[in-house]
């Protein structure tokens, strides 16, 4: 019978069309290779149940350092992509492989497994053809996969369905869609103790087309929900937060209201739900007539339109959200697709079916979200989408730099997309690079643009899969040398006085005589400059209360609402003592980050990875004199690398004079000086997460059921990781699960920054010992936050353009 499957197998060998070409890129043979590699577990949106998010460390993790000085730990923050079973792979797990060996190669070195596994599968003959034909289905991957490194990554398929399901008991808890602020609360008792409700989320992009019209327009995409039990007990809360606002004018409040729409069908009929509460931007629904697949949609609708008005849209502010979409790894030819939403949820992952190369349409493709921007637009109008490469070896093609879209399309609520092909010019070695979106709205001359990063270029595939025969004999072409031009042209930072608008007169004296960080003094009658009208909660000496970011005497710092009464520029009598320049501004808003907690190859790693101009880097951090001819060869190839060796270089200066110089600090106030404002929030949140653990030790679990309520078997779900052999997480190690559980809570967020900080800091507050009374960095970060718009509008000039 062995002899037999041999001779099949030799005949299929012959009469397959595609053995003899392609069979030595078909990524079943090859997964049977990489099967014993070890797998990860898939990321659950629930966070009670996500206890395992980080993959072991080295053994230097448990090096800890704090106020001002770094963590040695090389993987603790580095995110483990997810991986399918062996029989499911595709190209772009292969690519991930490769990533995970050019970082670990001591750890992937071919297994010589192969023969082995080839063995069994010629023996039995149904587990080849099943094994055959899954993967076909499941990839595609019949494909020259040499040849995939110079194609504009049509091999890169995936699922694609955002979707969530998760398993809750008695206790109930949260389910969140991932990268999205659509939620579902399960309160206590839903179900009955000992059984369970498994709770799946879907969103559907493209809303029902019926509620988009003159009188209504979809502010959510189509909502899925499912439920697996319907023995319940309590209703169930979906809370969803949409980009738009009714307005505040009397007609606005009357005519129109933010709306949930439910049905039972995916195709209707919906009807309008009651039990609904919103709350500025945030609406939640009371779910109580359940099934086991229910839809939701939500809306504005408008009772009627009143002229002035001529739609819906004009009762209402409303953002709209865009986002960029790629392929995982660029190439020498690729496509960028620009996509407008009807909502503010910006999947990570786009099925694009309408894809055509070489006057073909292609089949189906996954895109990856590159960069995504929302901006106000008052009225559905006609817009034109351009593309500009910054970089001197890539162009958009010509007929593609400018593109329209109808006032009609944005109508619908329907996504709109519009493709944009990039090429490489002349035959340099690839590399990422940044282009330039710029959203015109045609008829106001409105103009919004952002930068996008492109994601790094395929790598090598050797060593993975084999090179066919014709093409090892190849000679190896060598490209021409990278142009060292710097990709990204940085605002100019202007040491101007600050331009307020709002002030404040002290209603009463405040003087402590225990000084407070970040509280400012004041005696009656004062004028406080207040750097905008939002509000900050912290605690004070004893009680949690609302503040205003203000500045007095030179000093940048907290100011008790209720003791002040707010005014505007015009009414200020004497504004001498709340004058600051935006030079005493950026230093004064990164001082929490003198006694921050670190992770020094994070942030290297972070810097290295945003900062795309190592020269405007240099100049801010005091090393106008680098020249090109400072670098070594092994720091002359990227970019990136240029700029990790400015970083490196100002660590080792700090070092040298610890007693006056904070690494952190320093580079903080630099990325503020080029208006890196997105990577200085991505490192205060990081930073804070981490100090936080640092400073709850065991008091995380307290902090665990404030914030989201964990039960006692949960708690130590997140701790048993790291138990020592006593079976007991010791003292000094406390913090590790206290930042596995803050670092999934944070996820969340998603983009909102503001709301981690603020959650944070009202949760540690609330705690029988607060932290926070003597601990106040949290506080000089929610300060930070608050006054970056006012530093990036008086220190750039509105003529250059900003990160």
Not at 288 to 295: E, G, N, Q, W
Not at 378 to 384: F, G, T
Not at 698 to 720: D, G, N, P, S, V
Request: aromatic share 8%.
């Amino acid at each position: 019978k062995i002899s037999s499957h041999k001779n099949f197998f030799t005949n299929f060998k012959s009469t397959n069309p595609f053995w003899n070409e392609l069979s030595a890129s078909n990524p079943f043979v090859h997964d049977i290779a990489a099967s014993n590699r070890n797998e990860t577990n898939r990321y659950l949106s629930n966070l009670k149940e996500k206890t395992h998010l980080f993959s072991k460390v080295s053994s230097n993790r448990d090096s800890l350092a704090s106020s001002g000085d770094e963590l040695d730990i090389d993987c603790l923050l580095r995110k483990t992509s997810s991986r399918r079973s062996g029989r499911s792979k595709s190209v772009s797990d292969f690519l991930d492989i490769v990533d995970n060996q050019r970082l670990h190669p001591h750890k992937t070195m071919p297994q010589k497994t192969i023969v082995s596994d080839m063995t069994r599968l010629q023996n039995d003959r149904e587990a080849y053809k099943m094994a055959w034909l899954s993967q076909r289905q499941l990839t595609r991957s019949c494909l020259d996969l040499e040849a995939m490194s110079h194609s504009p990554g049509w091999a890169q398929t995936q699922a694609t369905d955002i979707h969530v399901v998760c398993k809750l008991n008695y206790e109930g808890g949260s389910v969140q869609l991932p990268d999205s602020d659509i939620n579902i609360h399960v309160p206590v008792g839903h179900v009955l103790p000992g059984e369970f409700q498994e709770v799946g989320l879907k969103a559907i992009l493209n809303p029902p087309s019926s509620f988009n019209n003159e009188l209504s327009s979809t502010l959510s995409p189509l909502i899925e929900l499912t439920l697996s039990n319907l023995n319940t007990r309590e209703a169930i809360f979906l809370e969803v937060k949409v980009a738009a606002k009714v307005k505040n004018d009397p007609l606005s409040q009357v005519m129109s209201d933010i709306v949930c729409f439910y049905s039972f069908s995916k195709e209707g009929p919906f009807k309008k739900l009651e039990n609904c509460y919103t709350y500025q931007d945030t609406i939640q629904v009371k779910l109580t007539d359940l099934s086991h697949v229910m839809y939701a949609v939500i809306a504005v609708q408008a009772n009627k339109i009143q002229p002035p008005a001529t739609n819906v849209w004009d009762y209402v502010h409303r953002m709209v959200s865009v986002g960029i979409y790629g392929p995982k790894y660029i190439h020498p030819s690729f496509t960028a697709v620009f996509t407008v939403f009807g909502h503010n949820y910006i999947p990570g992952k786009l099925t694009i079916c309408d894809i055509k190369k070489g006057g073909k349409n292609m089949p189906p493709v996954v895109f990856q979200l590159w960069g995504k921007h929302t901006f106000l637009l008052e009225k559905p109008q006609d817009l034109n989408i351009s593309l500009v490469s910054c970089d001197p070896d890539f162009e958009v093609k010509m007929e593609d730099q400018s593109k329209n879209i109808k006032e009609e399309d944005l109508k619908t609520g329907e996504m709109v997309r519009q493709q944009f092909l990039f090429s490489m010019l002349g035959c340099r070695e690839m590399h990422f690079f940044v282009f330039l979106v710029q959203i015109k709205v045609l008829k106001s001359n409105q103009v919004t643009q952002f930068h996008v990063t492109t994601p790094d270029p395929a790598p090598k595939l050797c060593g993975i899969i084999s090179r066919p025969k014709r093409l090892q004999n190849r000679k190896e072409i060598k490209s021409a040398p990278l142009l060292l031009i710097p990709t990204v042209k940085y605002p100019k930072f202007q040491d101007n006085t600050l331009s307020v608008n709002t002030y404040g007169v002290a209603l009463k004296t405040v003087l402590r005589q225990n000084k407070i960080d970040y509280l400012l003094e004041y005696f009656k009658g004062d004028t406080i400059a207040l750097l905008g009208e939002d509000k900050v909660k912290a605690i004070g000496q004893t009680k949690i209360k609302e503040w205003y970011v203000g500045i007095l005497r030179k000093k940048i710092g907290l100011v008790r609402c209720k003791n002040i009464k707010v005014i505007s520029k015009e009414q200020a009598m004497d504004t001498a003592d709340s004058e600051l320049t935006t030079r005493n501004l950026a230093e004064q808003i990164a001082l929490p980050f003198k006694k921050l907690t670190y992770i020094y190859s994070v942030v290297l790693s972070a810097v290295s990875e945003s900062v795309c101009d190592w020269r405007a880097l240099a100049e801010v951090l005091g090393y106008s004199h680098m020249s090109l001819d400072d670098f070594n060869e092994a720091h002359a190839d990227k970019e990136s690398e240029r700029v990790a060796h400015v970083v490196k270089r100002m660590k080792e200066d700090c070092h040298a004079n610890k007693k006056k110089r904070l690494f952190l600090y320093e580079l903080i106030v630099a990325l503020l000086k080029i208006d890196c404002q997105g990577l200085v929030v991505r490192l205060t949140q990081d930073t804070i997460i981490l100090t936080s653990a640092v400073k709850l030790g065991k008091y995380w679990r307290e902090l665990a059921e404030k914030l989201a309520r964990l039960t006692k078997q949960q708690i130590e779900a997140y701790e048993i990781p790291h138990q020592g052999k006593n079976g007991a997480v010791a003292l000094e190690m406390m913090w590790k699960p206290a930042y596995d559980f803050l670092y999934t809570w944070a996820a969340h967020y998603g983009d909102s920054y503001r709301d981690v900080l603020q959650d944070l800091q009202s949760a540690l507050d609330k705690m029988k010992n607060p932290v926070t009374k003597h601990w106040r960095e949290l506080t000089g970060t929610l300060i930070l936050v608050n006054c970056m718009d006012v530093l990036r509008a008086s220190a750039f000039s509105k003529m250059e353009e900003g990160e």
